[in-house]
Each structure stands twice: as C-alpha cells, then as structure tokens.
C-alpha cells in the first residue's frame, strides 16, 4: 500500500507537470533554447567572420603622389580589402558616391601627403565611416582597414630609414624590441594574450548567472503558485484534515517541487553545456588551453544549483502561506526576486575579492549569491571554497524548512494573511 507521503509527493507532481507553464519552463525550454542559441551564435560568428574576409572600401586620392600611389597599390593588393578608387573633385563628392556603392568606410588621401612623407614630415590620412546599423560588425571593419594602414605605415618607415642611413637595419631601429605575451593558467605557460583568456572566461561567467537567476525565479514562482493555489480553491482546507502529519503534508509538497527543481537543475545545467561547448569548443580546441568548468566542476555546480532551488522552494512556500491567492503570492515574491537580481547585478560589476568587508558579509549571507560564486571558483579551481560555499547554501536551507515545518504545524497556514488597512479617518 502507497505510504501517504508517497500520494502527497505524486499527488504534487502530477499538479506541477498538469500546469503546461512548469513543464516548458523547466524541462522543455532549457533542452531545446541552449542549444539553438548555441549554433545560433556560432552560426552569427562564423557569418560574422565570413562578412570581414573582405571588406569594400572607397578611396579617395586627391594627391596622386609616388606614397598616394603606392598606398593603394598596397591596399588593393590586400585579401581582406576590396578597394575602389573614386575619381570625384571633392570629398562631397567622394562621401556621396560612396553612399551610394554602400560601402562602409572612405579613405581620404589628402594632397602633399607624398611630399609630407618625403621630406620626413608627419602626414594624415582621413578614414570616414559609415554608421548606418549600429551593428558590431561595423566597427570591427575600421580595425580591418587601421590594421591594413598601420602595416602600410610600418612599411613606409622601413623604406625612409633605409634611404636616410642605408647601413642601418630599419627593423632595429623602428622596432628594438618586441613583446612577446604569454599568460600562465593552472600551472602551465601558454603563449597567448590575457585578454583572451579573459574574455573566455567572461562569457562563461556571465552567461550562467543569468540561466541561474531565472531557474530560481521559475523554481520559487512554481513553488508559491502550488500552496497559493490550494488555499485559493479551497483544497488544503480539505488536505488538512486527511489523517496524515502536517510535517508530511509540508514534506511531499516540498519534495514533489524538489523532483521538479532537481530535474530542472540537471537539464539546464546539461544545457548550458552544450551552449558553452558550441561557441567556445572550436576556440578552445584551437588554441589548445585549460580553460572552462571540468566534468567534477560542472556537478559541483549541479549541487549548488539544487540546493539554492531547496532553498528558494522552501522560502517561496513560506511566503505563500501569507497569501489569499496566486497573485497575492506572486507579488509576496517580490523580495526574493530582489534578493536574486541584486547579488547577479553587483557580482557581474565587479571581483568579490576587492569588495568592503560589509558588502562581503552580505553577498554572502545572500544564499542566492553563491551559485555565482561557485562559478567563478569553479573555473579558478578553487574547491575548497565551493565546499564552503555548499555548506552554508545546505545550513541555510535547513533553517529555511525548520520554520517551514512551524509554520505548517499551526493553523497559520490557513489562516495567515497579510492585510493592509487604510486608518480610518475621523
């Protein structure tokens, strides 16, 4: 014979899942929208990529000088630069025909610029854009042609210290020196940029809080809609009086929407990896560096996701306990989603580690802010902190259902109801 704890957990299950918003929230849209925004993004770099092979650009020359000429013969010899060279009598002129050919930039070279180079005197040459999408792509194409000039400008250098002191390397003195940038990462050297790195590291910890933020608010909103909902069609009156404990009635409807929570943790975190495996798994292969969340990283995170979920549930069900009916508990929410959002927003705005001491203390006693925290130890390596940090998220949540259970041994639960009276006017 089925336990009563049993029916209650099946009972609560089958009322989650009947309620379509539950299941597309946490089963069905993190499977699917992870890895479609994934290739999508891929799909939007690598379209990206392809659009700056070659970018068209006009030129202007209004010196037609031995330098003027052998810029562009530069220029167009370049891949990356389909050059077209405008034959108008001003840069009007030139900026309207460029409009029209619907090229992105204009390159200006004005007259005396081969006299000015000739006679070692600085010349300037005028790049105009054209900002018509506001899009990424079309500043990344004025660093494709600067990249293109500054080679050209290298060049120009070279060619004048060699006329000046033909017996001096032009190289040795343009360029003495040169840097060579090398990063070390979790023991090991590896020659790349730090910015890189960073950048990778940036999209990974920024894109899993946001996941992890709404997972929470979805979690505690089915939570508080599942109690809410019962005293608001009169049903837990009559649950109540079934001959069971109040503490299992508290335990299987905590429990159903833990099996909800706990399958919702492993899916987006299952998700979520293969979102970060489709943009980043072609670069990080490429240039051969440990960087990312390990296998035993990943279920780290897995834990401290479930249980900050227990312990958002076991709130949202408190909290609801107040309420007269769905809405009422869905505006009680309003402090936890405070609770979520602020931790998110001043954790992506800045390292923890420089924060005062206050703002530390309270970010931390937030049991929201860890699963933040983990992320960014997670990909430090530093475990011993996550095991801190799951510590307190398990510590706080059974404080959070120990008044939980108070509350559902009393008849609060029925009748417990926050009201707002105006003060009668005399």
């Known amino acids: 014979m089925r336990s009563p ?32 925004m994934g290739g999508a993004v891929s799909m939007a770099q690598t379209s990206t990529y392809e659009a700056l092979k070659t970018v068209k650009v006009a030129c202007l020359n209004l010196d037609h000088g031995q330098w003027s000429e052998e810029l562009i013969s530069f220029m167009d010899s370049n891949q990356q630069i389909d050059l077209i060279v405008l034959d108008a009598q001003s840069v009007q002129d030139a900026v309207a025909e460029t409009a029209k050919l619907g090229a992105p930039m204009l390159i200006v070279i004005p007259k005396g610029f081969s006299e000015n180079l000739s006679s070692y005197t600085p010349a300037v040459i005028s790049t105009i854009y054209f900002v018509k999408k506001y899009s990424f792509t079309e500043p990344a194409i004025g660093d494709v042609v600067n990249s293109v000039l500054h080679e050209f400008s290298e060049l120009v250098s ?82 109540l009086t079934i001959p069971v404990s109040r503490f299992t009635i508290l335990a299987g409807k905590l ?18 990896m293969m979102y970060m495996n489709a943009i980043m798994g072609p670069f990080l292969q490429a240039l051969n560096v440990p960087v990312g969340i390990t296998p035993l990283g990943y279920a780290i995170m897995g834990v401290s996701i479930f249980l900050t979920l227990l312990a958002a549930l076991a709130i949202a069900i408190t909290v609801s306990v107040f309420a007269e009916d769905v809405r009422g508990a869905q505006s009680l929410l309003g402090f936890i989603i ?3 959002i602020i931790p998110f927003i001043v954790l992506m705005t800045g390292d923890y580690e420089y924060f005062p001491l206050g703002l530390k203390i309270a970010l931390f006693a937030i049991p ?21 940090s799951i510590a307190y998220i398990a510590a706080f949540t059974v404080v959070v259902l120990y008044v939980a259970a108070k509350f559902f041994a009393t008849e609060k639960i029925v009748t417990a109801k926050l009201t707002f009276k105006r003060k009668a006017r005399r």
């Open 5 to 36: 704890l049993a029916t209650i957990i099946i009972k609560e299950l089958k009322d989650l899942l009947r309620d379509p918003r539950v299941f597309l929230g946490i089963v069905v849209m993190p499977i699917i929208i992870f890895p479609i």
């Open 158 to 239: 070279s060619k004048l210290v060699e006329s000046a002191a033909p017996n001096v390397n032009p190289e040795a003195v343009l360029a003495p020196f040169s840097v060579q940038e090398e990063t070390w990462i979790k023991g090991n050297v590896v020659r790349i940029a730090p910015e890189q790195l960073i950048g990778v590291v940036l999209t990974q910890s920024i894109m899993l809080p946001v996941v992890i933020m709404v997972l929470i608010l979805v979690a505690a909103q089915v939570a508080a809609t599942s109690v809410a909902m019962e005293k608001e069609e009169k049903t837990l009156e009559t649950l």
């Open 255 to 272: 429990l159903g929407s833990v099996a909800i929570a706990g399958l919702g943790a492993v899916v987006y975190t299952a998700g979520f």
């Open 338 to 340: 405070i609770l979520v």
């Open 368 to 388: 929201f802010s860890h699963p933040i925290l983990v992320v960014k130890a997670l990909l430090a390596e530093d475990y011993l902190f996550t095991a801190y």
